[in-house]
């Protein structure tokens, strides 16, 4: 068996001194010395002696001594511009995401969101970095063959193709950062007691792609999406897939409203994990608050 | 002693000459129990690790010690093939001599990973130093008394020149970077090397004969600690052990007895750790806490759980344990005095 | 003052109230009214039952604890919000929502590989080798990539984890077969025996991975 050498190591403590307090010892060369400043706050603080560098008077990165310096030749180009409010979507593959399906992580026989992607514990984003959901990059979109009803937050035509020609369907759906919180967690969240937050719509610079039916926008009109399925087939040389006798046909068409973020809960609603129970209150005031879009 | 004397001369973890006395003072435990292990050997051995085929000849070798024996085999989850399931015996406690009622199953995983001594040393030093405070303190040459003023001149004596009586070249003076304050030593061991260092430990305490699983603590059926004494006695159990059950309360019987002998002690599976499996010579388990501290260090190792740092959410508000105006640095006086 | 509550409040859709209208720092009246006034939000009542309804939920979850316990005190909140619905049969939605704890079990697929380039591990040539790599617990090889910056440049390290068996044969294979594959000189590899991996220095992550694949692990 090739497992053998934990077999010889186990059998040899078997004939020596009991494993106790007295005998374990870390391995050798692995004890991490700690470094101490020994100067103090008060004299040259690693710096050295004297002179420009223990002064600190370096020229600025860049400045060749008076001389017009390269970097001004070439026109700025801003990377970083906005960064700080820009919205991120941070990457998901289809062949990652084909893995998952592979190796049972995600369940196809139900709609898959950014729940089902993010309870895998195999992807994370952070909503304190600005992140806004999954990106679905078109890597591995020759090898994608599942059938699925999927929703993600950004993606470009090629994936629509790839997922539609297996007979899928797919939407692209904006989520706020305070349902993203509990899309990404959703057992702190229900812990938390508090009512399931409703969809906010989406902000102005993106309410474009979100109702464009090209990108399967969830504000799109659903006309133009049947429409723009069949173009996208003719576009790539696919046949589309009938839906009408599809024997899954209902969880395919299965969408959420566009306050809702959980399939079959609506907002407003309050989870009890340990009564096993939901209540939904029916006051007037606060189920038009839940109902009503802004 | 079965082994012979010159061997632990070389076979002992680290070389030393007084721990080699204790192990020949400690003979008497390091002998023990090898009938059993030979046993469970020549069983291990003979029939090519197969839980269904123990069952019969487990009830063969048992039907000399008990009329009814028991035999639990065990479906273990996670399974592994490249190796096979451990054995352990099923022992019962109401009688001095050890009564076999069945033959265990044990998860590899746990109960037969490599051992890992650093990583057994690494979970000592972390539960040693997180709850340990430092109050070493040294005056530093501003709070010593006097140094104000400059000794001598600057100038004219012959002498060094010095500022101050209290500086750290002078005798009686302040320590340059003496130990400041109560220190914290404070910190977390990572989620996996905790676990792995429980499955490190109860894996020695396997190899090593020192595992004993008992039905419950129930069948014990006297409070005397002598009969306990007795017991440990008879069993090779050694001078110190330790009883985990599944709960935190446990029978009369044994926490009486347990309470009148030095060196044993009770534990809940929950504060099931490494120091205390390494501190006593025998681990004896009830068949509930075993099966209890298996899965959850099983689903340990096949958590979807994201590994977080830990983060301390505790504010020095939460330490206070004195209300605000006991801590006042004055009181306000409602009344005038009256002196 | 009719015409300048027209110009300056509106009622509320909810309920009923006046309310300062959207703020509009032209008019100068209006911008003192509205620090007279604390400033209304918009669903200021509203967000009071939210709250509510969590103090509601957090007494449901004691009174379960403590069945004995009379609830005379949370009376007045009941009163507050009465219309309220228990409902069981949605809840299965939640749990279908909540993760699994542990990795699920694995439906072994009928074809090798899967679309996405999947193999299970091969006992029959496992058998054949000296030494066995475990897999994950997400069912994948441990074979990892690292990176270490310094001041003196970036090296790639590629790290094979959780070998069992004989691990000085592995890496005298794997040292072969990197030399073979990449025509380098030498290449660089250290084995830790007690934390049994082995690291390889190089960008080779495919090629081992492809190495292990060949061997059945």
Same mark, same amino acid.
């Given at each position: 068996?090739?497992?053998?050498?934990?077999?010889?190591?186990l059998?040899?403590i078997k004939?020596m001194p009991r494993v106790a307090l007295n005998n374990i010892?870390?391995?050798?060369?692995?004890?991490?010395?700690?470094?101490?400043?020994?100067?103090?706050?008060?004299?040259?603080?690693?710096?050295?002696?004297?002179?420009?560098?223990?002064?600190?008077?370096?020229?600025?990165?860049?400045?060749?001594?008076?001389?017009?310096?390269?970097?001004?030749?070439?026109?700025?180009?801003?990377?970083?511009?906005?960064?700080?409010?820009?919205?991120?979507?941070?990457?998901?593959?289809?062949?990652?995401?084909?893995?998952?399906?592979?190796?049972?992580?995600?369940?196809?026989?139900?709609?898959?969101?950014?729940?089902?992607?993010?309870?895998?514990?195999?992807?994370?984003?952070?909503?304190?970095?600005?992140?806004?959901?999954?990106?679905?990059?078109?890597?591995?979109?020759?090898?994608?063959?599942?059938?699925?009803?999927?929703?993600?937050?950004?993606?470009?035509?090629?994936?629509?193709?790839?997922?539609?020609?297996?007979?899928?369907?797919?939407?692209?759906?904006?989520?706020?950062?305070?349902?993203?919180?509990?899309?990404?967690?959703?057992?702190?969240?229900?812990?938390?007691?508090?009512?399931?937050?409703?969809?906010?719509?989406?902000?102005?610079?993106?309410?474009?792609?979100?109702?464009?039916?090209?990108?399967?926008?969830?504000?799109?009109?659903?006309?133009?999406?049947?429409?723009?399925?069949?173009?996208?087939?003719?576009?790539?040389?696919?046949?589309?897939?009938?839906?009408?006798?599809?024997?899954?046909?209902?969880?395919?068409?299965?969408?959420?409203?566009?306050?809702?973020?959980?399939?079959?809960?609506?907002?407003?609603?309050?989870?009890?994990?340990?009564?096993?129970?939901?209540?939904?209150?029916?006051?007037?005031?606060?189920?038009?608050?839940?109902?009503?879009?802004? | 002693?079965?082994?012979?004397?010159?061997?632990?001369?070389?076979?002992?973890?680290?070389?030393?000459?007084?721990?080699?006395?204790?192990?020949?003072?400690r003979?008497?435990t390091v002998?023990k129990g090898?009938?059993t292990w030979?046993?469970s050997?020549?069983?291990? =051995? &003979?029939?090519?690790?197969?839980? !269904?085929?123990?069952?019969?000849?487990? %009830?063969?070798? #048992?039907?000399?010690? =008990? &009329?009814?024996?028991?035999?639990? !085999?065990?479906?273990?989850?996670?399974? %592994?093939?490249? #190796?096979?399931?451990r054995l352990a015996w099923l022992e019962s406690m109401?009688?001095?001599?050890s009564?076999k009622?069945?033959?265990l199953d044990l998860h590899p995983d746990v109960f037969a990973v490599?051992p890992r001594i650093?990583i057994l040393?690494?979970n000592v030093?972390?539960q040693?130093?997180?709850?340990?405070?430092?109050?070493?303190?040294?005056?530093?040459?501003?709070?010593?008394?006097?140094?104000?003023?400059?000794?001598?001149?600057?100038?004219?004596?012959?002498?060094?020149?010095?500022?101050?009586?209290?500086?750290?070249?002078?005798?009686?003076?302040?320590?340059?970077?003496?130990?400041?304050?109560?220190?914290?030593?404070?910190?977390?061991?990572?989620?996996?090397?905790r676990g792995l260092g429980l499955r490190v430990a109860l894996s020695c305490k396997y190899a090593q004969n020192d595992l004993v699983v008992v039905d419950s603590f129930?069948?014990l059926?006297?409070?005397?600690?002598?009969?306990m004494a007795?017991m440990a006695d008879v069993r090779f159990w050694g001078y110190s052990v330790l009883f985990v059950d599944d709960t935190d309360?446990m029978?009369?019987?044994i926490a009486?007895s347990s309470?009148?002998n030095d060196g044993f002690s009770l534990m809940p599976a929950y504060g099931l750790n490494v120091y205390s499996i390494l501190k006593h010579e025998t681990l004896v388990m009830t068949m509930a806490a075993l099966e209890k501290v298996e899965k959850k260090l099983?689903?340990?190792?096949?958590?979807?759980?994201?590994?977080?740092?830990?983060?301390?959410?505790?504010?020095?508000?939460?330490?206070?344990?004195?209300?605000?105006?006991?801590?006042?640095?004055?009181?306000?006086?409602?009344?005038?005095?009256?002196? | 003052?009719?015409?300048?509550?027209?110009?300056?409040?509106?009622?509320?859709?909810?309920?009923?109230?006046?309310?300062?209208?959207?703020?509009?720092?032209?008019?100068?009246?209006?911008?003192?009214?509205?620090?007279?006034?604390?400033?209304?939000?918009?669903?200021?009542?509203?967000?009071?039952?939210?709250?509510?309804?969590?103090?509601?939920?957090?007494?449901?979850?004691?009174?379960?604890?403590?069945?004995?316990?009379?609830?005379?005190?949370?009376?007045?909140?009941?009163?507050?919000?009465?219309?309220?619905?228990?409902?069981?049969?949605?809840?299965?939605?939640?749990?279908?929502?909540?993760?699994?704890?542990?990795?699920?079990?694995?439906?072994?697929?009928?074809?090798?590989?899967?679309?996405?380039?999947?193999?299970?591990?091969?006992?029959?040539?496992?058998?054949?080798?000296?030494?066995?790599?475990?897999?994950?617990?997400?069912?994948?090889?441990?074979?990892?990539?690292?990176?270490?910056?310094?001041?003196?440049?970036?090296?790639?390290?590629?790290?094979?984890?959780?070998?069992?068996?004989?691990?000085?044969?592995?890496?005298?294979?794997?040292?072969?077969?990197?030399?073979?594959?990449?025509?380098?000189?030498?290449?660089?590899?250290?084995?830790?025996?007690?934390?049994?991996?082995?690291?390889?220095?190089?960008?080779?992550?495919?090629?081992?991975?492809?190495?292990?694949?060949?061997?059945?692990?």
């Amino acid at each position: 068996m090739a497992s053998k050498v934990t077999e010889q190591a186990l059998n040899l403590i078997k004939a020596m001194p009991r494993v106790a307090l007295n005998n374990i010892k870390p391995l050798p060369y692995t004890a991490f010395k700690k470094k101490v400043n020994r100067q103090g706050n008060r004299k040259k603080k690693g710096r050295g002696d004297k002179g420009q560098g223990a002064r600190g008077t370096w020229d600025p990165l860049g400045y060749e001594g008076g001389q017009h310096p390269l970097i001004d030749t070439s026109p700025r180009e801003r990377y970083y511009a906005q960064y700080a409010v820009r919205r991120q979507y941070p990457p998901v593959s289809l062949l990652e995401l084909q893995r998952l399906i592979d190796l049972n992580r995600v369940d196809v026989s139900r709609p898959i969101d950014i729940t089902s992607i993010c309870n895998t514990g195999l992807y994370s984003f952070h909503i304190s970095k600005n992140h806004f959901g999954v990106n679905l990059t078109d890597e591995g979109c020759d090898q994608f063959a599942a059938k699925i009803n999927l929703e993600v937050q950004w993606t470009s035509e090629l994936v629509i193709a790839a997922i539609e020609k297996n007979g899928g369907t797919i939407t692209t759906r904006y989520y706020d950062p305070p349902c993203l919180a509990a899309l990404y967690d959703p057992l702190t969240f229900f812990k938390k007691g508090q009512p399931i937050p409703k969809c906010k719509v989406p902000p102005q610079d993106t309410l474009a792609y979100y109702s464009d039916p090209n990108f399967r926008g969830y504000l799109a009109d659903p006309e133009k999406v049947l429409e723009a399925r069949e173009k996208l087939a003719q576009k790539y040389g696919y046949k589309l897939p009938d839906l009408k006798d599809d024997p899954v046909k209902e969880m395919l068409l299965m969408r959420k409203d566009p306050l809702q973020i959980f399939y079959g809960l609506e907002p407003g609603w309050v989870v009890n994990l340990t009564e096993k129970c939901i209540l939904k209150p029916k006051d007037e005031d606060y189920l038009r608050y839940y109902h009503t879009a802004y | 002693m079965n082994c012979h004397p010159k061997l632990y001369t070389i076979l002992c973890w680290p070389v030393g000459l007084k721990h080699i006395v204790n192990n020949f003072k400690r003979s008497k435990t390091v002998c023990k129990g090898w009938q059993t292990w030979a046993c469970s050997q020549r069983l291990q =051995s &003979s029939i090519s690790h197969d839980a !269904s085929k123990i069952k019969q000849e487990s %009830t063969d070798s #048992t039907q000399e010690t =008990s &009329s009814k024996p028991v035999v639990t !085999s065990r479906s273990l989850k996670f399974p %592994t093939k490249h #190796t096979y399931p451990r054995l352990a015996w099923l022992e019962s406690m109401d009688s001095v001599e050890s009564k076999k009622l069945g033959i265990l199953d044990l998860h590899p995983d746990v109960f037969a990973v490599y051992p890992r001594i650093d990583i057994l040393h690494q979970n000592v030093h972390w539960q040693q130093m997180y709850r340990y405070i430092d109050y070493n303190f040294e005056k530093s040459r501003a709070e010593l008394r006097g140094g104000g003023r400059k000794p001598w001149p600057q100038k004219g004596l012959g002498k060094a020149r010095h500022g101050s009586i209290r500086s750290p070249l002078w005798i009686r003076g302040a320590k340059a970077h003496g130990p400041r304050g109560p220190t914290s030593y404070f910190y977390v061991l990572p989620r996996a090397v905790r676990g792995l260092g429980l499955r490190v430990a109860l894996s020695c305490k396997y190899a090593q004969n020192d595992l004993v699983v008992v039905d419950s603590f129930d069948s014990l059926p006297s409070s005397d600690p002598e009969f306990m004494a007795e017991m440990a006695d008879v069993r090779f159990w050694g001078y110190s052990v330790l009883f985990v059950d599944d709960t935190d309360v446990m029978p009369e019987n044994i926490a009486v007895s347990s309470s009148g002998n030095d060196g044993f002690s009770l534990m809940p599976a929950y504060g099931l750790n490494v120091y205390s499996i390494l501190k006593h010579e025998t681990l004896v388990m009830t068949m509930a806490a075993l099966e209890k501290v298996e899965k959850k260090l099983l689903e340990e190792m096949h958590s979807t759980d994201r590994q977080r740092k830990f983060v301390n959410t505790l504010r020095p508000e939460d330490f206070y344990t004195k209300s605000k105006e006991d801590n006042r640095m004055y009181r306000k006086w409602t009344q005038p005095l009256n002196f | 003052m009719a015409t300048l509550s027209a110009t300056l409040l509106r009622t509320c859709s909810q309920c009923r109230s006046l309310l300062p209208k959207p703020f509009n720092s032209a008019t100068p009246v209006f911008h003192a009214f509205y620090k007279s006034k604390k400033c209304f939000l918009r669903n200021n009542h509203t967000l009071s039952k939210i709250s509510l309804c969590r103090l509601l939920c957090a007494k449901q979850q004691l009174i379960s604890r403590h069945q004995s316990t009379s609830s005379s005190e949370g009376q007045d909140v009941d009163d507050l919000l009465k219309d309220f619905e228990i409902s069981h049969e949605e809840f299965r939605f939640v749990e279908q929502v909540l993760p699994s704890p542990t990795v699920p079990d694995l439906i072994e697929p009928s074809e090798f590989p899967t679309p996405s380039g999947w193999f299970p591990p091969n006992e029959s040539l496992q058998a054949q080798q000296k030494y066995f790599v475990r897999r994950t617990k997400n069912h994948m090889l441990p074979v990892y990539c690292q990176m270490k910056n310094t001041w003196y440049g970036t090296t790639h390290y590629v790290s094979i984890k959780k070998i069992e068996g004989d691990i000085w044969a592995l890496e005298a294979d794997l040292r072969e077969h990197v030399l073979k594959t990449t025509g380098q000189k030498k290449v660089n590899t250290q084995v830790h025996e007690v934390g049994r991996f082995i690291r390889v220095r190089g960008q080779h992550r495919d090629l081992i991975a492809k190495f292990l694949l060949e061997r059945g692990m």
